[in-house]
């Protein structure tokens, strides 16, 4: 049973691109949130998507942005690139109605902006 | 003032050391506490959830205090595995999960 996958590991772009990560959640979740985790902080909610709508959202512009897909995977786009976005970024997976802490965090993609 | 501070460490300690962690949150609507375990690049996992009457996983001891909107967590006879940075992690009602910045530990042979 595959848990949580995201793609690309590793990413580098230049400011003011843009970027799509992925992100399978773990056999059976229909629910992703997204983190982002800047060097030395701790992860923050970007936002959560559940039956292909965002559900909830965090503090972030609307540079990030997300899709659900029917078969409950998802990506984060961000547009517009800021060296400030150089984070990991988590992808995390639950069951909707389970409590926030019974989600499966995935490896994270590393985004590096150049 | 921050959701979640956490003590700023990083902590060096000798291995069989006992080493404490402290966490205060702001929210007293704040219904869930937590400790997670993040190892160098890579992602958190969940070490335990925090009540007020305390709990204990072998080496691990965790306690909440409302009143002082106080979370801490205890770690005897340290292992070099437990080096990692520990997460303090709130969980306001209704709401995502709030993360400190998290502590570094590093175990020293």
């Known amino acids: 049973d595959a848990g949580v996958t995201q793609s690309p590991t590793h990413l580098i772009k230049t400011r003011g691109q843009q970027v799509t990560l992925r992100c399978s959640p773990k056999s059976g979740h229909d629910t992703v949130s997204w983190y982002q985790q800047a060097l030395g902080q701790g992860p923050q909610f970007i936002f959560q998507y559940y039956e292909e709508e965002e559900r909830q959202r965090g503090n972030f512009p609307d540079r990030f942005s997300g899709h659900q897909f029917p078969n409950y995977s998802s990506e984060l786009n961000v547009n517009a690139l800021l060296l400030g976005d150089s984070a990991l970024y988590l992808c995390?997976?639950?069951?909707?109605?389970?409590?926030?802490?019974?989600?499966?965090f995935g490896p994270g993609t590393r985004l590096t902006v150049t | 003032r921050k959701e979640v501070e956490q003590d700023p460490g990083p902590f060096n300690v000798p291995e069989g050391a006992t080493v404490a962690f402290n966490c205060t949150y702001s929210?007293?609507?704040?219904?869930?506490f937590f400790w997670y375990r993040q190892d160098c690049r890579k992602e958190p996992k969940l070490l335990m959830s925090v009540y007020s009457s305390g709990n204990e996983d072998g080496r691990f001891t965790a306690q909440l205090n409302r009143a002082s909107q106080y979370i801490s967590l205890l770690i005897r006879d340290s292992k070099l595995s437990d080096s990692a940075t520990y997460l303090c992690?709130?969980?306001?009602?209704?709401?995502?999960?709030?993360f400190g910045k998290g502590t570094r530990l590093s175990v020293i042979a």
């Open positions: 929210n007293s609507a704040s219904q869930s």
């Open positions: 995390a997976s639950s069951l909707q109605g389970v409590p926030a802490y019974e989600q499966y």
């Open positions: 992690v709130v969980n306001p009602r209704s709401t995502p999960l709030v």
